[in-house]
């Protein structure tokens, strides 16, 4: 079946570049999808990137994306201490529909 | 503003006991979805729906139950709680053939 990896935590320096990244294992994903969740709060769509895509750049973010390896990252460039969050990969679920599957979250820690 | 919510908030069952968590949304979407959050295990899917009388398992679906008879709420019924289910629960929605998913803010169930 499908599965997202992650690794689970990256403590950076406010300013310093973030790289998250993530392996996935359906190919036949014609979306892969970025998603933040800050502290107490559900999750939030941050960016997604179409599976013929091989790079997406939206201000601070740029996703990258291998498909070769199944494998995404996403780059914060400038961390900020707002950026600290867990950050979740996902692909699609099943054969049809909108289903997502997660990946387990990597914790971001940006310290001053 | 159009939004999901999900009550309550914070809940303490014992085991055994039937208890319904409930997600109602007013963006009109199709497609409605629930997950449960644990340390270790990031986001995994239990139910989704597509739309009314459509329900379909998840992940991890074993013990839970959903019903959709309109189209704003699909309430989570917990048919016998046990310690297991103890968890934060996330309901989520989107349009109908778009990926982009909009989440509740989560009820914590502790299951004693």
């Known amino acids: 079946g499908e599965d997202v990896e992650q690794s689970l935590f990256l403590s950076v320096r406010e300013g310093d570049s973030s790289v998250i990244n993530c392996t996935y294992t359906d190919s036949s994903s014609t979306y892969l999808y970025w998603y933040k969740q800050e502290p107490g709060a559900g999750l939030q769509l941050l960016t997604y990137i179409f599976s013929n895509m091989d790079m997406k750049q939206d201000q601070r973010l740029t996703v990258l994306l291998n498909k070769k390896d199944k494998h995404l990252s996403l780059r914060i460039a400038d961390t900020q201490t707002g950026d600290s969050a867990i950050y979740f990969c996902a692909e699609k679920w099943g054969q049809a529909g909108t289903a997502l599957i997660f990946g387990k979250g990597t914790t971001l820690s940006v310290s001053s | 503003d159009a939004e999901i919510t999900q009550s309550p908030r914070h809940k303490i069952t014992e085991t055994g006991r039937q208890v319904t968590l409930a997600c109602h949304q007013t963006?009109?979407?199709?497609?409605m979805f629930w997950y449960r959050q644990d340390l270790g295990h990031g986001l995994r899917l239990i139910h989704y729906?597509?739309?009314?009388?459509?329900?379909n398992k998840g992940e991890v679906s074993d013990g839970y139950s959903v019903s959709r008879s309109n189209t704003e709420d699909l309430p989570l019924t917990l048919e016998s709680a046990a310690s297991s289910q103890t968890s934060v629960y996330f309901c989520?929605?989107?349009?109908?053939?778009?990926?982009?998913?909009?989440f509740g803010p989560g009820t914590r169930l502790t299951v004693l």
């Open positions: 729906s597509y739309g009314v009388q459509d329900t």
């Open positions: 989520a929605s989107s349009e109908a053939a778009k990926n982009e998913q909009f």
């Open positions: 963006w009109n979407h199709n497609n």
